[in-house]
């Protein structure tokens, strides 16, 4: 899929399955980056909702210069910074979940050894500063190039370069031998 465009042209024409096509590759992708910024999956979800909706009833907005999912993206991070701004001072602490593990696909010790280093690794990630962070996550999670990324943290694509080699500067820092682990 050319990242959305080419359904959202048939959509535009007229093939209402072509939306299902989007969301079916886009939505999850961004609820999990909207998610980096209001740490509240459920709030992610709705605001990622409001934006293919957005994507729905302006459809004369995306003139297609950019990929549809780097222009979702440039939306959901706005939508995402507005939240933030707007929201009251109350934070909730939710309970993290643990993957169902089918006995047949892993064993118990492959399992928390796996379980071990996504957490480790989400932890190192939640160390660094927000910018630090969104860009690991848009560059190797989301697979946007250095120029999509820019254009999602409306930067330019050296500061890009720059912010991504820091972020795995104090990544190595962070992480140490527990890195090596990871690898």
């Known amino acids: 899929m050319d990242n959305g465009a080419g359904s959202y042209r ?10 299902d096509e989007i969301m079916i590759e886009l939505f999850d992708k961004l609820v999990f980056f909207i998610d980096r910024y209001v740490h509240d999956i459920h709030v992610a979800e709705d605001i990622a909702i409001d934006v293919f ?20 993206f440039m939306l959901g991070r706005s939508r995402a910074l507005n939240y933030i701004k707007h929201r009251k001072v109350i934070e909730f602490t939710g309970l993290e979940q643990a993957d169902d593990i089918s006995a047949e696909q892993e064993t118990l010790e492959e399992a928390v050894l796996a379980d071990e280093r996504k957490r480790t690794l989400n932890r190192a990630l939640c160390s660094l500063p927000e910018d630090m962070r969104v860009v690991i996550h848009l560059i190797y999670f989301e697979d946007l190039s250095y120029d999509e990324a820019a254009r999602v943290m409306k930067k330019n694509r050296k500061q890009i370069d720059n912010l991504l080699y820091r972020a795995k500067g104090q990544l190595r820092i962070i992480l140490g031998k527990d890195g090596e682990q990871l690898l």
């Not at 909706?53 to 210069?65: C, E, G, I, M, Q």
């Open 10 to 19: 048939r959509f535009l024409d007229g093939d209402e399955s072509a939306f």
């Open 53 to 72: 909706s957005d994507l729905v009833v302006n459809k004369a907005r995306y003139n297609f210069k950019v990929t549809l999912k780097t222009y979702l």
